[in-house]
């Protein structure tokens, strides 16, 4: 007996073999390559069966799969812009502003006032650029002084909080924006007014492009290369990058964090404000709830590129846009699902899952989950 309580080797008891084996089995890994299994037999045989769809059958068209792929573009250069707002804060505060989305509103709904009020005077007709300028340059002044508010007043007094307190107190004011404008403005949805100009298609390599389309991916696509040199060049840009590193160093080095922060805010709502006037350019409504799945999706986009990261955003907007418009039609058609294109919300949404399960820092992140 007292030999044994010696604590030594002779008096361990050896486990059995199969329970050792048991422990060092990867079952997670185990788990998520039968899950990457069974997603790319379920994605390839989705796919093999509508591509081979003929027109009889209910097969698509090159010209409409074509339609698909500018949609998604569109659609999701305007997720691109909203993500971006998320990125920038995320990298500099390290928090989710869940309140952008109706950020990305409220630029929407004040450029409708304006433009209903143009379109009332018909200068819509015979100005659209100068209208369309005073409309993009109303919605990111609105967006932007909302997004500095929300800063100031929401998020400043909480910044050394815990982190799950800001996340709580983004969420009610998202709410509180929401029926904010709500109150003032109506539930209903708003007919957005069409500029005539952007009526119509443009013939691009040889199949029509809509204009509203177009002027979405090109604007979306100038103003996210043009933020990442401001980024990358500026002297507020370096600053950022400098706070993004390490606030307290900035300080000492002279640089008010604060302020940086306010730009970082004011940045992301100029650009939800341009995002909030190409949405509704696009599908010709504005109303005080508009914000809310856009702007998950727009998370869900900043998740996949990579949170924190502005090119990162930029793609993965562009990706989850395009997987929205063309999946639900590639994976679903074949197997005659019924208005497969009512369940592309379902496909953002699993992607997002599949992209916390198996690459939580996302496509440009580091491939591990943060640690809070």
């Known amino acids: 007996m007292t030999q044994q309580s010696g604590g030594g080797a002779a008096g361990t008891v050896p486990r059995p073999r199969m329970a050792v084996l048991a422990e060092r089995f990867p079952l997670r890994r185990a788990i998520l390559v039968v899950l990457s299994i069974l997603i790319t037999v379920s994605v390839v045989t989705g796919s093999w069966k509508t591509l081979t769809l003929s027109p009889s059958q209910g097969g698509i068209s090159a010209s409409g799969w074509r339609a698909f792929v500018v949609f998604g573009l569109a659609q999701g250069s305007i997720y691109a812009l909203i993500a971006l707002g998320y990125s920038l804060v995320y990298g500099i505060l390290l928090m989710i502003n869940f309140a952008h989305g109706e950020v990305f509103m409220s630029g929407a709904m004040a450029s409708f006032f304006v433009a209903q009020t143009l379109d009332s005077k018909g200068l819509l007709d015979r100005s659209p650029l100068l209208s369309i300028a005073l409309l993009l340059v109303t919605s990111m002044a609105v967006s932007m002084l909302v997004a ?26 998202s709410l509180f924006l929401q029926y904010t404008f709500a109150g003032f403005f109506g539930t209903e949805a708003k007919g957005y007014p069409q500029v005539q100009v952007l009526n119509g298609a443009w013939d691009i390599l040889g199949f029509p492009v809509g204009k509203a389309l177009a002027l979405t991916i090109v604007t979306a696509v100038l103003l ?39 730009k970082t805010f004011a940045i992301g709502g100029m650009l939800a404000g341009v995002a909030g006037v190409l949405f509704a350019l696009v599908f010709s409504e504005a109303d005080p709830f508009m914000g809310f799945v856009p702007g998950i999706k727009a998370f869900t986009a900043a998740v996949l590129g990579g949170i924190g990261s502005v090119t990162g955003a930029a793609i993965g907007g562009l990706i989850l846009g395009l997987v929205e418009s063309v999946g639900p039609a590639l994976l679903l058609a074949g197997i005659h699902v019924p208005s497969p294109n009512q369940l592309r919300d379902v496909i953002a949404f699993t992607i997002l899952v599949l992209v916390l399960i198996f690459r939580p820092g996302g496509i440009l992140g580091t491939g591990e989950s943060e640690r809070a």
Not at 161 to 171: D, E, G, K, Y
Not at 229 to 242: L, N
Request: aromatic residues 4%; positive net charge; glycine residues 6%.
């Open 148 to 173: 500095l508010l929300l800063e100031r007043i929401a998020y400043r007094p909480l910044r050394n909080a815990p982190r799950l307190v800001p996340l709580i107190t983004a969420i009610g004011a």
């Open 224 to 262: 996210m290369i043009g933020l990442s040199v401001f980024i990358a060049r500026t002297t507020t840009g370096k600053t950022m990058r400098a706070v993004a590193e390490d606030k307290e160093i900035a300080s000492l080095m002279g640089i008010d964090v604060n302020r940086v922060i306010m």
